[in-house]
């Protein structure tokens, strides 16, 4: 099927159950909003966050079926599998069986009662949607879509729904920082690569280097502080065209 169908499986991510929401009037056309442009409002750590996600379903679109385009009526957008969400996090539907009708205007509420330090870091999100449509003489028609490239980032401050794509590589500060004992960094990546990573000390000096295969999202690195005398370390990671570097703090 054509990409707005993977872009109309984002809609049913926000589900669990029923909820109890309303759909913002301001928003006429088919889409999802707060869109991905714009991005949900911050969830402070500690605070209730609650924000109701508006859904309005085109009523039809375009596939290429065995070769040939076919204009298609839009049925039924099911989510099937919602995983790596934080813990805390839930996704409500407004609709029953998490099944959003082609042409309907619905909505979903993304609630946390309180986002908490141990949620700290990134939480890819991973949606199996199924599309049903009508291509006429081809008759009903099913796609399952697999969203992957939705995160969201946990920090001690504000939680954030964020988006990669391809070409992402994006490193992560390290958790915690100062580091005691051990400590965490996550890295994201738009595709499985060979990544190495390197960390100096002050004075310039390669003290650790690292050949990872790293996978499609969130990887994490382990750090064992044991192996460091206190100080201030950079850390970097470069999948061969791009390099991009963060600052620790040993503090054993």
């Known amino acids: 099927m054509k990409k707005i169908l993977l872009t109309l499986t984002l809609a049913v991510a926000f589900i669990g159950a029923q909820a109890q929401c309303t759909p913002d009037p301001q928003f006429t056309i088919s889409g999802i909003y707060p869109d991905s442009a714009t991005g949900l409002p911050n969830a402070m750590v500690g605070q209730p966050y609650n924000e109701v996600i508006t859904i309005i379903s085109p009523l039809d679109t375009t596939i290429t079926f065995i070769g040939i385009p076919v204009a298609v009526t839009i049925q039924t957008i099911e989510l099937t599998s919602v995983t790596g969400l934080p813990n805390s996090f839930s996704y ?50 099913t796609q399952d879509d697999v969203i992957d490239y939705y995160y969201i980032e946990v920090t001690n401050a504000t939680s954030v729904v964020n988006q990669f794509n391809d070409f992402t590589f994006e490193l992560k500060g390290i958790y915690p920082n100062p580091v005691q004992n051990t400590a965490k960094i996550q890295f994201i990546s738009g595709n499985s690569a060979d990544v190495t990573f390197t960390v100096f000390n002050y004075l310039g000096e390669k003290v650790e280097e690292r050949n990872i295969t790293a996978s499609r999202g969130v990887n994490d690195i382990k750090i064992n502080a044991q192996n460091y005398t206190n100080g201030v370390y950079l850390y970097s990671i470069n999948n061969g065209t791009q390099i991009v570097s963060k600052r620790m703090i040993i503090a054993n």
């Open 92 to 141: 409500d539907c407004a609709t029953s069986n998490c099944t959003f009708a082609g042409g309907s205007t619905s909505c979903a509420v993304l609630t946390s009662p309180s986002p908490t330090a141990a949620e700290i870091g990134s939480h890819q999100i991973i949606m199996n949607t199924t599309t049903t449509v009508d291509a006429g003489t081809w008759g009903i028609q």
